[in-house]
């Protein structure tokens, strides 16, 4: 049973959990990462879960766990380019200027004022996740996500209109 859970288990995550990290590195080593990611939940040897909420809190932890294979990779990234005496250009919304391209300077300031589990939500909504990835991404229930997302855009709305002079400056700049 435990074998045949995890098959399906697996064959369905893998290609969310390869999104999830494709949105920080190449494809090659995204595919690395979301391999071991399902290694590791494999050698965990979680039960089986027997409702919908075990489900989620698999799916939550496998997120987890993805974020620590990422954190893992950015510091051997980071531990090679010091070795080489060379620096490998990360991708952050300060240095990428695609990230701007996409999200005004005025919103994505907007984005960083928000709390973070307003912040989380707007920031995967942006980087193309849907609402019920995202709520398996936070560990909470997909009526959830889309209760703080509903929330976070009404909030991020309201501090655009009200600043609405400085949003005409920056997008006329």
């Known amino acids: 049973m435990r074998d045949a859970f995890y098959v399906e288990f697996f064959s369905g995550m893998f290609p969310k959990v ?5 949105a920080r590195f190449r ?3 995204a595919e690395d990462l979301a391999s071991e990611t399902m290694l590791t939940v494999w050698r965990k040897q979680v039960p089986v879960p027997t409702d ?3 489900l989620r809190q698999l799916r939550a932890l496998t997120y987890k766990i993805a974020l620590g294979h990422i954190s893992n990779a950015e510091k051997r990234r980071a531990r090679e380019a010091d070795a080489l005496h060379r620096g490998i250009p990360r991708v952050t919304p300060e240095a990428d200027p695609t990230y701007e391209a996409v999200v005004p300077v005025v919103l994505a ?8 589990n307003d912040r989380q939500g707007v920031n995967l909504m942006i980087a193309g996740f849907r609402t019920a990835e995202i709520a398996d991404i936070l560990g909470i229930t997909e009526k959830a996500a ?18 609405e002079r400085d949003v005409g400056d920056h997008v006329s700049a």
């Open 146 to 163: 889309s209760m703080r997302l509903v929330r976070a855009r009404k909030r991020l709305g309201r501090r655009l209109v009200a600043g």
């Open 52 to 54: 919908d909420v075990g």
């Open 109 to 116: 300031e907007e984005v960083a004022r928000l709390d973070s």
């Open 27 to 29: 494809s090659g080593l």
């Open 18 to 22: 390869h999104r999830f990290i494709r």
